[in-house]
């Protein structure tokens, strides 16, 4: 019988979506999704998610969610007794209340910027392609934990390169791919020393995943009413 709950891997991130528990695994880039019934069961085993009424429960077959913890080992997103894992603490970032308007600020390119942005765009599509999302987040997260701290957080600059951003993305051929612009859009403002934070949501039915920036409440390459259909999943 399990009677402690699981811990997941240091790559894992798990959430509950539309009564589907959903995981994501950044080494390998890939998410997985249990059907409602696993869901039921499974849900026994992070006690630190938000309460369903799929999680009412009154038993549970012990035998199946014995099953689905060492499945879920074996694909690597729970940790082992040989290694340490984390809790399972859903995401916490502000729900988003605010989209991006543009228009709100009269921010003009200048040569600096158009540099930066190509340095922005250059370094997103080399590392999509010659680095995995895990080292990708790591790089990230690490850039923000030794420069953020050291200035002060600065909304208006940060609306203004937001918008010169915008304003520049047509010049860069390239189809939309919300990883692909969610990522230049981050290596952009680091030029400036600003850190927003890059979202992961996903969809239980159906399956679906998006990213986005976010900074507080306000969206950042995206719009509200589309961002709140997605259950964070991760954010750095």
Not at 13 to 28: E, G, N, T, W
Request: glycine letters at 2%.
């Amino acid at each position: 019988m399990i009677e402690s709950p699981s811990t997941l891997a240091e790559h894992a991130y798990v959430c509950l979506a539309d009564d589907h528990l959903i995981f994501s695994d950044i080494r390998h880039d890939r998410y997985q999704c249990l059907d409602r019934h696993n869901t039921q069961v499974a849900l026994r085993l992070f006690p630190d998610l938000p309460s369903s009424d799929i999680a009412q429960c009154p038993s549970t077959d012990q035998e199946q969610m014995r099953h689905i913890a060492l499945a879920l080992t074996k694909v690597g997103l729970l940790a082992d007794a040989e290694s340490d894992g984390k809790a399972s603490i859903p995401v916490q970032i502000p729900t988003p209340t605010e989209s991006f308007v543009s228009n709100r600020t009269t921010a003009k390119p200048r040569p600096g910027h158009y540099v930066s942005f190509l340095k922005a765009t250059i370094s997103a599509s080399a590392k999509y392609r010659f680095k995995s999302l895990q080292r990708i987040i790591g790089e990230v997260e690490r850039r923000k934990k030794k420069q953020a701290s050291f200035v002060p957080r600065a909304p208006h600059q940060l609306l203004e390169l937001v918008t010169i951003f915008h304003r520049l993305r047509p010049y860069y051929v390239r189809e939309y791919l919300c990883r692909f612009d969610s990522l230049a859009l981050i290596e952009f403002l680091a030029h400036y020393r600003q850190f927003p934070k890059w979202v992961f949501g996903v969809t239980g039915e159906p399956f679906t995943a998006h990213c986005w920036v976010q900074d507080e409440n306000c969206v950042l390459n995206d719009t509200v009413d589309f961002v709140r259909r997605f259950t964070p999943i991760m954010a750095f």
